[in-house]
């Protein structure tokens, strides 16, 4: 049966813990599965720019004997000349697997839906479930364990990591808490709903404040992400930078979590805004880490739908 990744919650929490420890091995014995997908091919959608996600689902599958097709929709017909469902129904006929970058995740549930292979929703408005798989990863491999700890986010939660970071540290019994100007109301109901009883059934919480001093308080974690995400209008920035400058990452905010507190950011960061130069180059940054493990964790994704 086709299984796809659209949202984390497509996977059980037991599959999302298998995926981050065959992550694991395949970065300790990456000759292991050299071969895996010998004679199988991606292909990349993106209507979005992209640096680690192109560069590192390439190489994942190239590490494992496959082949990427990068595909711009700027040169495509899909969704113009062409319906979403009917490029889903040829391009399925042609390769294994689909990611796409799109900037609605209903445009990524279309080509889903029509797809004969899977597809994984390589971030889009409200998802990015492949970052926060790394994430995750990147969060066992320095702190040796996942249930228990409490991971603060800091800046906007109507935010497509925000949102796959309350699904996954929910599934993995994570303590997430979001310190942002933004009342619960402005954020994707279902979505924080369906986490919150997530979060229940694993024994951790969400919590959602507007103080971001009591949000760093103990965190073995703290995390941000850009105030400017791609579907915001730059006509925005300037009230945006004005509305979240209070929660930027720098030494005092960091200070008030746990002297082994890490940083994470899914990068591109912009410096000096959500994060200050002295935290994102600093000994508690594993910001380069993190962008790494996309690549492992992409590995075992694909592993995971289609070996």
């Not at 659209?6 to 599965?33: F, M």
């Not at 900037?103 to 597809?119: K, N």
């Not at 103990?218 to 006509?235: L, V």
């Not at 005092?252 to 890490?262: F, N, Q, T, Y």
């Amino acid at each position: 049966m086709k299984r796809n990744l659209l949202n984390l919650t497509d996977l059980a929490a037991e599959e999302l813990l298998q995926i981050i420890d065959l992550s694991g091995d395949i970065k300790k014995n990456p000759i292991k599965y050299k071969d895996i997908m010998s004679q199988k091919t991606l292909l990349m959608i993106f209507e979005k720019p992209s640096l680690r996600t192109r560069v590192s689902f390439e190489v994942a599958m190239t590490k494992m004997g496959g082949h990427a097709i990068y595909y711009d929709t700027k040169n495509s017909p899909m969704g113009v000349g062409e319906t979403i469902a009917d490029t889903a129904k040829c391009a399925s006929r042609y390769v294994d697997i689909i990611m796409a970058r799109l900037f609605r995740q209903a445009d990524t549930i279309e080509l889903a839906r029509h797809s004969e292979v899977p597809v994984i929703d390589a971030l889009s408005d409200i998802a990015h479930p492949c970052q926060i798989i790394a994430d995750l990863m990147t969060i066992k491999e320095k702190k040796g364990r996942l249930k228990g700890l409490k991971l603060a986010y800091f800046g906007d939660a109507d935010n497509n990591v925000t949102y796959s970071l309350m699904q996954g540290c929910s599934m993995v019994g994570i303590d997430i808490c979001i310190a942002t100007p933004q009342d619960e109301e402005e954020l994707n109901q279902d979505i924080l709903k369906g986490a919150r009883s997530i979060a229940k059934e694993h024994g951790s919480k969400i919590t959602i404040t507007k103080d971001a001093i009591e949000a760093a308080k103990d965190a073995d974690i703290i995390t941000t992400d850009t105030w400017m995400s791609y579907h915001i209008p730059k006509e925005e920035k300037e009230g945006r930078v004005k509305r979240f400058m209070p929660y930027q990452v720098n030494n005092a905010l960091m200070s008030r979590a746990k002297k082994d507190a890490i940083f994470m950011h899914c990068l591109p960061a912009k410096r000096d805004y959500e994060v200050t130069d002295e935290i994102v180059d600093g000994p508690q940054s594993v910001v380069f880490d993190e962008a790494e493990n996309r690549m492992w964790t992409e590995m075992a994704v694909l592993i995971h739908l289609i070996v």
